[in-house]
Every structure is written in C-alpha cells, then in structure tokens.
C-alpha cells in the first residue's frame, strides 16, 4: 500500500466495532452441556424407554419449529438450539413409562402453542417446555403421576420398591411416598432425611432427568460460574422452598431434593424469554417460583406444583419487569 | 481510597499489550497535511491564511470569535497548497487548510501562542480541546458557568477503550506536564481537590504519576472496566455523586479533563506551545503497532505507513477505540485534535455486520450491562416500531452510547444504532435532554 492509499474494500458500520462472541447458539449448547450428565445418568439407568422419550420429545419440539418456519414462509431457526433445549427439559421433566406419542404431543404443542403461535423465540409469555408438560399432565394425568422405574435399564438390578403403594398414589415420586406417610401419620413426624441419598445419586422413581439430584446441582452450578443463568432465580427459588417447608413442618431439604424443584429453579424458571429483565426482579421471581412450589405441593389439588408455579411467575414476568424497573443513573432527587 | 462501581459495564479483551510497553516515536512528516478547521465541537474557524502563503509550524491557521470553539494552528513550516473541503472521519467534508511542509522540519521550533492574562485565555490561544475523543474546547470547561461551583477536578486517565494506549504513554512519559497541568486547571477553576484516575492496568503509570504529583495531586486507582473513563461513571466513582438527569456534570461539583488535555495545557501555559500534534496508538494488524507523535492533519494512510503498514488480513480500519470510535471508509482522513487512536481491527475480531432481524430473547446481558442502568432492550423495540414516545419513556436521551448494550448482545441486534436513532428523531422533536 502506498502512502495515501485506500485499500478496497473498506468495511464501515456504526459503533462499537467489537463484540462478545457470545450467540444464542452458544448459550443453548452450554445449557445442553449442563444438562448432559443428568440425561446420560438418565439414559443410563431408564435404557432405551428414555432414548426414545428424548427423540420423541426433541423430535416433536424441533419438528415443530421447522415445519412452522416452513409453512409460515419465515427464516428457519432450528440453528439457535432453542427448540432442541426446550424438546430436551420437557424429555427429562417426564417419567420414564411416558409413552412415545405422548412424548411427541408435548413437544408439538411446547412449540407450536407455547412458542410459534406468540411469534417464537423471544416473544412467548410461558416457558414452552412446561406448557408442553402442562398440557401432558391435564391430558393425560394418570400417565405422567406413574412413575414405576421402567424394567429395561443398563443398569443391574431393579429395586422396584412395592408397586402397591405407588399405585394407589396420584403423586410424585419421592413426595407420594412422603405425602402417604404423612396421610398414615396424620402428621409430618416421619423421618424423611433416608430419600436423601436416593435423591442425591440414584432415584429411579420419578422423572427421567431427575435420577441424580447432585448432577442437577452440578450443572446448575456451571451455568451460573459461565454466567449463563443468574443465581438469583435458583437461590431465590432453592431457598424459598426450603425455608417454606421448614415453615410448614417438612423437611427442607427433602422439598428441595424431591419433585422437580431443582430441574425446574435451574433450568425450566431460568429460561431467559420468560423470566424477569432486572436483577430485582429476578430474586423475586425465583422466590415467587418457590413460594407457589410450596403452596401447590402442601396444599393443591395437583401433584403438579413445580410446572404450574412456574407457569404462574411466567405470567406475572411483565408485572415484575414493570415493578422492579431500574433507576435510571442520574434520575436521583439532588441532594442539597 | 475506595471506588464506586458502576452498574454493569463489560470486560473486552483490551488488546492494549501490543503498544502499551512501546515509547512515543515521532512519525514522519506526510508529503502534504490536510489540517481541518473544525476539528472540535462548536463553531468551525475561518481560515486566517490563504494559497500560497508561507507558513510557520504553530502559526494561527484559522479562528473565529464564538465562544465554544478552537483556533487551528499550522503544525509545520511551510506553503499552504490549498483551501477547501477535505473528507474527515466521521464521513463528512469540512473546510481544511492542506500544507506543503518545508524539507527540513525543527520540530522545536514554533511560534509561541500568545498569552492571555488567564489560563483559559492561553488555553483557548493555543487551540486545546478535549483530547479523550469529545473534542470539546477546554476553555469553554475552564470557566464554569456562574453558581456553579468546581469542588474536584478529576483528571481522566482511565482509557477504558480496548487497544489505545495514547495515554497510558503520555502519562508515563510526561508525568510532570499531566500533573502541571492539573494544578494549572485546578487554580484556573478553583477546585480544592485534584484526582488522578488511573485504570489497574496501568499502575505503571499511576507509579509515575504519584512520584511527580505534590500534595495537591491525588492519584487514584481505579478499577478496570468498560466504560470507567465515561464522564458520568468517573465522577460516580471518585465522588460518589450522580450527574443529575438533564444537568452539566459541573452540577456536582466535579469538572473531568482528560490528562492528555492536561499535558496539553502545561505546555501552552509554560512552554506557549499551541496544539499542533498529539500521540496517536496505531495498532491492531499493522506491521509494527506503537504510538506515534503525529502532526495534526496527516493522513491516516501515512501514519499506517508509518506503523509499517497493513498486516495480513485487515477488517474495520477505526479512529479512535473499537466501542466508540469510528469506521473508516477512506484513509486520506487526517489526524485531528480528538484520535487517540487508528485501529486495524483483525477480521475476526470485528463485530459481525447486524441485521436487527434478530429477535430479543430477552437474556438482560444489555440491561445488565447498561453503565446508565437504562433497559437498552427495551428502546431498541420502541425504536425499531419508530414509537419514539416509547423510547423517551425509557430514558433514551440518557444513553451514553457506550455501547456496552450492542458488544454483549447475543442476538447482535444493534442496540446503542437503535438508541441513537432514537434520540435523534427526540432531539429533532425538541425533546430536551
């Protein structure tokens, strides 16, 4: 180049010239990144049952998006990873025996009633993976409160706990278990600290993604430390559970462990469209999200708590963006 | 002493270790320097000399009598070639006085400006603007408008942009004329206190500030990040006072210069030295990156040149810092008062071109991030349905520009261009700030 030279061709925009390398597609990934270790645990322990659960729900979800691109003539999406993290929480918040069809009807209406109908990503009041469950769960209530482990596993022995029991019981999981103690009790002196370990590591009874609650945990952890997610949702709503549940005479920790709390603080009260815009806002979300999970568990009429909580703090999301709107530096009363 | 942190802000990778080790080296003299006559905020000057004059370096050029402006000086001896409107950075064509300089140049030699009995008469003789980028003529900001009242005059040596290290130079090379320059401000203003603000990746040159400054001079530590060096965030943190909505900074009691402004004064005041050239960073893919003493007026192909030209593959060229500066679409624009900096960005690291098609997905990093805790988002869909009522609602005309909002959005929707267009349309509507 001589002096005074201007080599072709120049490339002009606007400010700033640099910028994150961020994209939604890295930030889908990490969340399938986080989820890994609990699907595999999952799959590992469920066998082949939870394979086809998640390429019917994924199926259904990313299906979904792509006919709709299709048909409504918009520009194909599928590459932002969204349908395929929204097909993989509604696989993991399901019990094994889900059959396939129903795996594939949730995902069909998380996306295309939950998601595409409000304009798609970006623009959907409810978190579709748990519209899709919703949906499930009033269709078909029977199904998804039988959360008998599925006898084909990798795994070596079945502990299929009395069957009986477990029948009788429109509840989930662990918290059925607890629930009719509680029943038989008439009160909540039972000693429920022995799900602990179960929950933590290895519970067969319950939804496919929730076998280990310490992977949850785990991966969790990571998306906060890549400030994927903030903490405040999961802290507000983790301790809103417990202290609730202290509150009420249960166990704390058993409440966090059991019933989808930690699936749905991490993962499913996270997801970025329908969760609050301010910090604020965020911390009082997550504590609403507790605080419903709670009520709805002691007291409602559905074994449903962590999705319908969830789905009520969703619609509440633009009340809360409004209520906690931030200061604008500089919009101060002068002091003297 | 302890700062004050900003809302949000953002940590890009600053790049500034390419240049920041490298002395201030004189580039060479270009074959004809195109010298604007507004390179400043305010009024433009009217050329005091014509075609075929002969000129000496740091004679008056051009002047006028408003208020809020800055004489221009000839930065070389030599014979004016031309009068007429040259391209600048921003893309627009503005009247420039173009000089032929003389073979041999003594570049310690120069007329000196003609004192005034104030330092802000010297100041504004010797054509002194805002070196951090703003061009605002500093003699307008050494006399504070009446009742109000300058407490502490925070000297700005935080340059947060990525990849410039113009002043980290200058104040670890000219320790002296930065902190003379402070205590010439502060008396001319009458602030009973002086701060330094020093980013953390510079401590070296907090170190040779601190040697230098007496007990009048405090130099101040400051955290690194993104945008610290804005006025508002700099007064945040040293004082502790917000500027309130729609006042001067003056309202609370603070008065920013940058210290390359500074240096620039202590050596009108001292030395009468007009501002005929300043360290500009050239850095980024060029041969050899370093920071350049470039005469005001010489094309930004020449001082490329100077930095061994281009290397490898090139993507934006900038005036200026990658968040603010601005993209060059032709290289014969000259060096003026206000670049710190020209930088050849990599391609890689260029901000992929923005669509806005993209929807928000509602993720806050751009709310989370606003240093003015505004809801970027939030205007950008006002602005984008041209519901301008909308984005006033949300406190658009109190956007900065940093343009923290657009680097960390993941859908690359071009937020701080949204907000900018908006507050354009408001201002034309008469909305006041």
Redesign the interface.
Known sequence: ?S?????AP???????????R???T??MLWVVAALAPATLWGVWNMGMVAVVLLASCIGGSVGTEWLWNRLAKR?QTLWDG?ALVTGLLLALALPPRTPWWMGLAGGIVAIGLAKMLF?????NLFNPALVGRAFLSVSWMGVLADVRPFPGGWYSAIDVPATGTLDAINGATRLAIAAADRAADGGYGIDLTRYYEPLLLRNLEGSFGEVSGLLLIAGGLLLIAKRII?WRIPAGYIATVALMSWAFGSDPLFNVLAGGVLLGAFFMATD????????TG?LVFGCGCGLFNVVVRFFGPMPEATTFAILFMNGLVPLIDRGF????????K??G | MATRAFNGGIHPADRKDATSALAVTRARVPQVLRVPLSQHLGAPCAPTVGKGDRVLRGQVIGDVEAMVSAPVHSPVTGEVVEIGPVLVASGARVQAVSIAPDEVQEFDRFEPVERGATVPETVRAAGIVGMGGAAFPTAVKLQPPKGMEVRTLILNGCECEPYLTCDHRTMLEYPERVVRGAELIASAVGATRTVIAVEDNKRDAAAALEERAGASVEVMVVPTRYPQGAEKQLIWAVIGSEVPHGKLPAATGALVHNVSTAAAVADAVDRGRPLMERVVTVTGNVRNPGNYLALLGTPVADLIEAAGGLHGEYGRIIAGGPMTGMALADLSVPVVKGMGGIVVLDPGDTAPAVHGDQPCIRCSRCSDACPMMLEPFAIGIYANRADWDGTQRFHALDCIECGCCSYVCPTRRPLVQLIRRAKQVLLEKGASL
């Open positions: 180049m002096a005074g030279a201007t080599p120049m490339k002009v925009a606007a400010s700033p010239h640099i910028a994150a961020e994209n939604v890295h930030i520009t969204s304009g798609g990503l970006g623009w903030d970025y469209v329908t969760s609050p815009m301010t910090r965020r709107a931030p200061r604008t530096f500089g919009w101060v002068r002091r």
